[in-house]
């Protein structure tokens, strides 16, 4: 298997694990901004000094420079790489060390290692641990025999793992397993987007997904504007929270105003409507417009505006 094919194939792995429907928009990562500098000093006081590698990684990351979230000194010594440099290009950075022949034995310990958490309960899932060898080019081009661990210290929705705690040793020494943060990340409150929530609506509808915080505070500033005071507010907001998902679903670029017209053309609220309630101009409206039709790639005989009406919701 060629290196490239074996990258895209370990990066298909790691889209599996991200958010069901929020893991690309600016919601989670708003939402993660808010504690990814509290995590990392957190883990410096813990693991700045220690003589093995110590990392922690956000799997969920859309961009290669969010993908560490913590790198500590002994990290540089062991790869040749600085800090910054891991920084700045991610996982491309790691994947493009390893031996082509041996990417596919690793995509498939990934793989055992996430359905193995997938069906234990969340906090036997919080301590599986794992171990793997493998090669590891440096910097210099000189190659290593190094050995690693990992385990979870925050897990997504679909009960996957997000944040991952990691070691990295050369097979020389003796292996060292260090304690995991996780007691001391549990004291960090951390936003909705990183927390396992299932959160049962009723005895015959349970939401699997977490809602993120932003987009109910969207709900609730446009909800005097479309929820009917006829109605019990209770079932319109899950109506509401449902759209949402859905529309993010299909496209998850879409940036929070989009979202807000979206929903409401999907209760019939007119343009004119539209404009005054969210304080736009015709022309930023119109270009709203333009840009949603984009992203969700509907043809020009297309009514956005229908589309949004007849949404149907997972």
Same mark, same amino acid.
């Given at each position: ?19 069901? %429907? ?41 961009? *290669? ?58 906090? +036997? ?18 190659? $290593? ?11 997504l929705s679909d009960h996957l793992p997000q944040l991952l705690f990691c070691t990295l040793q050369l097979i020389s020494n003796d292996f060292v397993y260090i304690g995991s943060p996780q007691h001391l990340i549990?004291?960090?409150?951390? *936003? ?6 299932? +959160?049962?609506?009723d005895d015959s509808d349970t939401v699997h997904s977490i809602i993120n915080s932003s987009i109910q505070a969207h709900v609730e500033e446009l909800a005097q504007?479309? %929820? ?18 859905? $529309? ?7 940036? *929070? ?5 979206? %929903? $409401? ?50």
């Amino acid at each position: 298997m060629s290196l490239s094919k074996a990258n895209k194939q370990y990066v298909n792995v790691l889209q599996q694990v991200k958010y069901e %429907f929020l893991s690309n928009t600016i919601y989670q990562q708003r939402a993660f901004q808010q504690i990814k500098h509290e995590i990392h000093d957190l883990l410096a006081s813990q693991y700045d000094a220690a003589d093995i590698g110590v990392y922690a990684f956000d799997i969920s990351a859309t961009t *290669p420079s969010d993908y560490f979230i913590y790198i500590n000194p002994a990290i540089e010594k062991l790869t040749g790489y600085t800090r910054e440099e891991l920084q700045r290009h991610g996982a491309r950075l790691v994947l493009s060390r390893f031996k082509a022949e041996e990417l596919p034995r690793i995509i498939e310990f990934h793989n055992d290692y996430f359905r193995k958490i997938y069906s234990l309960p969340h906090e +036997e899932a919080l301590s599986l641990r794992y171990y793997i060898r493998n090669s590891f080019c440096r910097k210099d081009g000189t190659w $290593l025999e190094v050995q690693g661990s990992g385990q979870p210290l925050s897990m997504l929705s679909d009960h996957l793992p997000q944040l991952l705690f990691c070691t990295l040793q050369l097979i020389s020494n003796d292996f060292v397993y260090i304690g995991s943060p996780q007691h001391l990340i549990e004291q960090i409150t951390l *936003p909705e987007s990183t927390i396992v929530n299932t +959160e049962k609506l009723d005895d015959s509808d349970t939401v699997h997904s977490i809602i993120n915080s932003s987009i109910q505070a969207h709900v609730e500033e446009l909800a005097q504007h479309v %929820f009917s005071p006829n109605e019990e507010y209770h079932w319109q907001y899950r109506e509401a929270l449902r759209f949402m998902k859905t $529309l993010l679903t299909q496209c998850s670029t879409l940036s *929070p105003t989009e979202v807000k017209i979206c %929903f $409401l053309m999907h209760k019939h609220i007119a343009s004119m409507k539209i404009v005054e309630i969210l304080g736009l101009s015709m022309r930023t409206f119109e270009n709203h417009r333009s840009r949603i039709r984009k992203k969700l790639g509907l043809q020009k005989h297309t009514s956005l505006s229908a589309f949004m009406i007849g949404l149907k919701m997972g």
